[in-house]
């Protein structure tokens, strides 16, 4: 079945260390996102991705990297300039020049910095 | 630029009673609205979508919303709550700008259902 599917699902890191969570997608959609969630904030947008090599900053890019190698593939490098990385992260895809722009969420990847 | 308010962090209600849930979106152009549903520990999954028509949208497990514009909201609605229906539900609001579709999320309404 097609899907996105995001690892680790729990990590674990010390401060200050750079973490690099991973989303890979078989649904052939253009389009891949990363949003972070943290309770009562609902969800906001770090980097979206249209097509290959290219991609942009969302609301709260700062401190994350990103790259878009290959169509499949979105991995996120959380950095050691990220002030607070402890939350839930999601990964989503979408088909690019779908207007509706109806996302497709992996199961997510908890970080916790110790 | 657009936004999302969601009425209420929590909301609790009896099984097999009405489930409402509130949403209100600011958008300078006509949007399309989504609502979402998150189980604990997972992704997002979609509920239901409103793009043009029929301005009342049925979408899965029995859930509606209506899109009146007048009132710029898109509430959620289930006329019996069942157990499984407890989950977070997000609205989120797209505008239709080709080439720069994003989507943003309110802040979510964590429902939960009184047996």
């Known amino acids: 079945d097609g899907g996105i599917t995001q690892s680790p699902k729990y990590l674990f890191r010390k401060e200050g260390q750079n973490v690099t969570l991973s989303c890979e997608q078989n649904?052939?959609?253009?389009?891949m996102y990363w949003y972070r969630q943290d309770p009562g904030q609902g969800l906001r947008l770090i980097y979206y991705s249209q097509i290959v090599n290219d991609f942009q900053k969302g609301d709260i890019a700062e401190g994350y990297s990103v790259s878009r190698e290959k169509k499949e593939s979105f991995p996120l490098t959380v950095t050691s300039a990220q002030k607070n990385p402890t939350a839930f992260y999601l990964c989503a895809s979408s088909i690019f020049r779908d207007r509706a722009n109806v996302l497709t969420f992996g199961a997510g990847s908890r970080l916790t910095v110790l | 630029a657009q936004s999302v308010t969601q009425l209420g962090s929590h909301v609790s209600v009896s099984e097999g009673a009405l489930v409402l849930l509130r949403c209100n979106y600011s958008s300078s152009v006509p949007p399309y609205l989504f609502w979402y549903v998150q189980y604990p520990n997972q992704g997002l999954q979609l509920l239901l979508k409103?793009?043009?028509?029929?301005?009342l949208v049925k979408g899965i497990n029995g859930f509606e919303a209506e899109f009146k514009k007048s009132e710029t909201s898109f509430h959620l609605t289930k006329p019996s709550a069942h157990m499984s229906d407890a989950a977070e539900y997000f609205c989120a609001v797209s505008e239709r700008d080709f080439g720069n579709e994003k989507l943003t999320f309110g802040t979510g309404t964590r429902l939960t259902i009184i047996p």
């Open positions: 649904l052939n959609h253009d389009a």
């Open positions: 409103y793009t043009t028509g029929a301005t």
